[in-house]
Nanobody, 123 residues
Framework: QVQLVESGGGLVQAGGSLRLSCAASARTFSSYTMGWFRRAPGKEREFVAVISWTSNRQYYADSVKGRSTISRDNTKNTVYLQMNSLKPEDTAVYYC????????????????WGQGTQVTVSS
């Protein structure tokens, strides 16, 4: 079992930045591919970013590409999502997820999920 706990969400003005963190309980954290997803009010969950266990592969949704960076620190069992130039449409609950599969971009291929952290971007 893997427990994931997100933090770092909050209220920010448009154009601002936030860094989300996701701490994992797994002793084998470095073996997991880690992803970030989000769910906006009234919308389906959508992929945001994914990073391989070695960090050599990273993929982003078009909606955040160029504004966000996913990274991980395997010594701290933590994955991060740095989000810059935030827009009101980035408002959502952000979830991190873990999988042994190779950099999937669909939520159904992830095995473990955190509880989420709310990001609200005001205009």
């Amino acid at each position: 079992q893997v427990q994931l706990v997100e933090s770092g969400g909050g209220l920010v003005q448009a154009g601002g930045s936030l860094r989300l963190s996701c701490a994992a309980s797994a002793r084998t954290f470095s073996s997991y591919t880690m992803g970030w997803f989000r769910r906006a009010p009234g919308k389906e969950r959508e992929f945001v970013a994914v990073i391989s266990w070695t960090s050599n592969r990273q993929y982003y949704a078009d909606s955040v590409k160029g504004r966000s960076t996913i990274s991980r620190d395997n010594t701290k069992n933590t994955v991060y999502l740095q989000m810059n130039s935030l827009k009101p449409e980035d408002t959502a609950v952000y979830y991190c997820a873990a999988t042994y599969r190779r950099v999937p971009v669909v939520g159904e291929e992830y095995d473990y999920w955190g509880q989420g952290t709310q990001v609200t971007v005001s205009s």
